[in-house]
């Protein structure tokens, strides 16, 4: 069935560092690929999304770019802040699941000051 | 809009007792989920509902977990009994068909002692 699989946490950061969160995924067909983020104490948000092939999302200084070839879906950011401190959760939504969306373990970002 | 509005935010109740969690979905919105989140086990899907039809309960754990969404703008999770294995955070999101992102409420934090 479709998966998603992300880098393992914490990834601890120094502020003004750049980021990068791996994420690969398993799908049937042509998924929509999304990010979200959770704040401790928050439900997820969305981040960034991308519903095609060499579709790039943005927000936020966020970046992801949907690679068909390589089924990845990798989030980066230049210049991370204390702030950016959250989970990211990678997700993704097929044509047959039925509006429901597959996310991936989470990767906990910590950035130190 | 409000976003998605969950109720409680937190119950602490003791093994046995029967637990109804509360979820009022975004006005128009035409899916809704719950999930599970625990440190050990992620998001866990457990039911989503379309057009307050449920369309897939594949995730609920066992018959102790219920769902129900008797109209469009409110639904439950009941657990009866609870055990203390189903402490968690339990998250409602609801979405709009075509659009494909879900959009969380802040959860229900539920201790069973």
């Known amino acids: 069935g479709d998966s998603v699989t992300q880098m393992e946490g914490p990834v601890t950061l120094s502020e003004e560092a750049f980021l990068t969160i791996n994420c690969t995924y398993t799908?049937?067909?042509?998924?929509?690929l999304f990010w979200y983020v959770q704040y401790p104490g928050e439900g997820l948000q969305l981040l960034l999304k991308a519903t095609k092939a060499d579709d790039k999302g943005s927000n936020k200084g966020f970046e992801a770019t949907y690679r068909k070839e390589t089924t990845s879906f990798h989030l980066e950011k230049g210049s991370v802040q204390v702030s950016d401190s959250a989970v990211y959760f990678c997700?993704?939504?097929?044509?047959?699941?039925?509006?429901?969306?597959?996310f991936g373990q989470g990767t906990e970002l910590s950035v130190k000051p | 809009d409000a976003g998605v509005i969950q109720s409680p935010r937190h119950e602490v109740t003791e093994m046995g007792q029967e637990v109804t969690l509360r979820c009022k979905p975004i006005s128009g919105h035409d899916y809704l989920f719950w999930y599970r989140q625990t440190m050990m086990r992620g998001l866990e899907l457990l039911i989503y509902?379309?057009?307050?039809?449920?369309?897939?309960d594949s995730g609920m754990p066992e018959d102790r977990f219920s769902a129900k969404m008797p109209n469009a703008s409110f639904s439950t999770l009941k657990i009866q009994p609870s055990e203390p294995r189903d402490s968690a955070v339990y998250f409602c999101?609801?979405?709009?068909?075509?659009?494909?992102?879900?959009?969380f409420g802040s959860g229900t934090q539920l201790s069973v002692l």
């Open positions: 799908a049937t067909g042509y998924p929509s």
């Open positions: 997700a993704l939504s097929g044509g047959n699941q039925g509006g429901k969306l597959i």
């Open positions: 999101a609801s979405s709009l068909a075509g659009l494909r992102s879900l959009f």
């Open positions: 509902f379309n057009n307050n039809v449920p369309i897939d």
